[in-house]
């Protein structure tokens, strides 16, 4: 995700610490693998796009070793944070803008602490400690890597984020470091299944709390399910939608690899402009309770027509 996509999206209800009610979408477990190849990976999951967990992928990283919460603390607690909450997308919260900010070693106190809904999203701490780059490498599981922009995810036990995909459409690779995370994936072919608003990236279903009797078409949709612990990484395949439940507070680390071609270049403009552009323009236009209305009423309506 870029920062273009935001919080805007983080909308969703779950109390924190209150266990979500996923049995009851339609998820398969995900494929795991202690140990494999970036050629079997390649051929296997890159290639076709199945998203699977494996470990391989961080095992060489310093940052295995290095990276816990009382590191960061006494390394780099001083660094201002911006924190984020769930904030529903039709409550007028601003595109990207944040619900506070505080010294980073107070949010890992928080964290630790206990249940919180208070998440750092999209966290680029590599532009105020760059030396953090040197405790973990872009790894031969892609073949291309957006250096600049690795990112980190800290939640808090009980904090959710909610269903999205990606709209910069990169492939991610999502690795876990400290507690637990439920990662829910769905493929871009289920989108309108998912009910996903015009324009955006986004939809209005709480994945973690699914309401069958508003959406309906929610429960055709085939998606997968995997719990990622310390060592794990997801590979998310471009366009996945993604929903992050956390079990225990924690955090992880997204490196990115950018879609190529020609076709996957353009997709990415359409999505980025129809977010930018399209969603802006007629968030203006109408306003932004009547435009998230609507965009409601039109994923409802295309979710009725699915055969
Ligand atoms: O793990 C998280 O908190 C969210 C991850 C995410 O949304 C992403 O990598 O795009």
Redesign the pocket.
Known sequence: ?TEISSPDQVHGVAVAGSEPAQSQLNLGTLERHDDISPEDFYTKYFKPRRPVVFRSFSKAWPAREQWTLDYFREAHGDIMVPVYEEAFADSGAAYGASDDRMPFREYLDLIEAGPTRK?L?LFNIFKHAPELCGDFDFPRFAPKWARRHP?M?F?GQGSH?DA?F?VDMSH?F?TQFHGT?RVVLYGPEWSNHLYRHKFTVSHNVDLGNPDFDRYPRLADAKGYECILEDGDTVYMPSGYW?Y?YYETGGF?L?LRSPITGPAGRMHMLYRVLALTVGDYSMTKLLGQKRWYAKKEEMAQRKADRLP
């Open positions: 995700m998440r999203f990112f995810f939640g984020v999205h990606d991610v999502l995370k993604h992050v992880s997204a």
